[in-house]
């Protein structure tokens, strides 16, 4: 039976789906278009019509993975979403998937950019993820309107980029996480939440 072809969007994620299989196994230094073509199925002259070089497929690829793996939670109650999220990214921190964005980082250096659109990628801390866990407390009646603000709805996630910064990039003790959530961020949008203990 003749293999069906694939063209456009299925084409595309197919490709994508590939490389992000490649970051995941061997990350940034192990992604080469012979080896994404091939766990495609395809060559190597439809990836470079989408992509130009190897760092525009790593940062596309890479925003899949991203997007793939910071969902926006759904627990009912705007702590428990937030601290969801942010101990994901702190336990992500000594991951593979934090060596891949280094590995990024240091090879889109040269193209301002593939470097603007992955500081982009990683520095927004996926607003519309945010936006979406506001939203819903606004409408359970938890925060207040006017946060739905891409810089209000980010700040928990600054903080903790922040203390990787200040402490070299090590991961964050969970109390600090704690303090980020309950002194500053619900305050900051006017969450209501009866009960504030540490979990």
Same mark, same amino acid.
């Given at each position: 039976?003749?293999?069906?072809?694939?063209?456009?969007?299925?084409?595309?994620?197919?490709?994508?789906?590939?490389?992000?299989?490649?970051?995941?196994?061997?990350?940034?230094?192990?992604?080469?278009?012979?080896?994404?073509?091939?766990?495609? %199925?395809?060559?190597?002259?439809?990836?470079?019509? +989408?992509?130009?070089?190897?760092?525009?497929? %790593?940062?596309?690829?890479?925003?899949?993975?991203?997007?793939?793996?910071?969902? &926006?939670?759904?627990?009912?109650?705007?702590?428990?979403?937030?601290?969801?999220?942010?101990?994901?990214?702190?336990?992500? !921190?000594?991951? &593979? +998937?934090?060596?891949?964005?280094?590995?990024?980082?240091a090879?889109?250096?040269?193209?301002?950019?593939?470097?603007?659109?992955?500081?982009?990628?990683?520095?927004?801390?996926?607003?519309?993820?945010?936006l979406?866990?506001?939203?819903?407390?606004?409408? +359970?009646?938890?925060?207040?309107?006017?946060?739905?603000h891409?810089?209000?709805?980010?700040?928990?996630?600054?903080?903790?980029?922040?203390?990787?910064?200040?402490? %070299?990039m090590?991961?964050?003790?969970?109390?600090?996480? !704690?303090?980020?959530?309950?002194?500053?961020?619900?305050p900051?949008?006017?969450?209501?939440?009866?009960?504030?203990?540490?979990?």
């Amino acid at each position: 039976m003749a293999q069906v072809r694939r063209r456009g969007a299925v084409l595309e994620q197919a490709i994508l789906r590939a490389a992000v299989e490649e970051l995941t196994e061997s990350g940034y230094p192990g992604l080469t278009m012979d080896r994404v073509a091939r766990r495609a %199925g395809t060559n190597k002259n439809t990836i470079y019509r +989408r992509w130009p070089n190897r760092a525009a497929l %790593g940062v596309a690829a890479y925003r899949q993975l991203v997007e793939e793996r910071l969902g &926006p939670p759904d627990t009912g109650e705007l702590r428990a979403d937030v601290l969801t999220v942010l101990r994901q990214m702190n336990r992500d !921190l000594s991951s &593979p +998937r934090a060596d891949i964005a280094r590995g990024l980082m240091a090879s889109a250096s040269e193209d301002p950019e593939l470097f603007a659109q992955l500081q982009e990628l990683v520095g927004d801390g996926g607003s519309g993820m945010w936006l979406t866990m506001l939203e819903r407390a606004v409408a +359970r009646g938890e925060a207040l309107p006017e946060a739905c603000h891409p810089r209000v709805a980010t700040v928990a996630v600054v903080l903790l980029r922040n203390e990787y910064v200040t402490r %070299g990039m090590q991961s964050v003790p969970d109390e600090v996480i !704690l303090e980020i959530v309950d002194e500053v961020y619900l305050p900051l949008v006017g969450a209501r939440v009866a009960d504030r203990r540490p979990g």
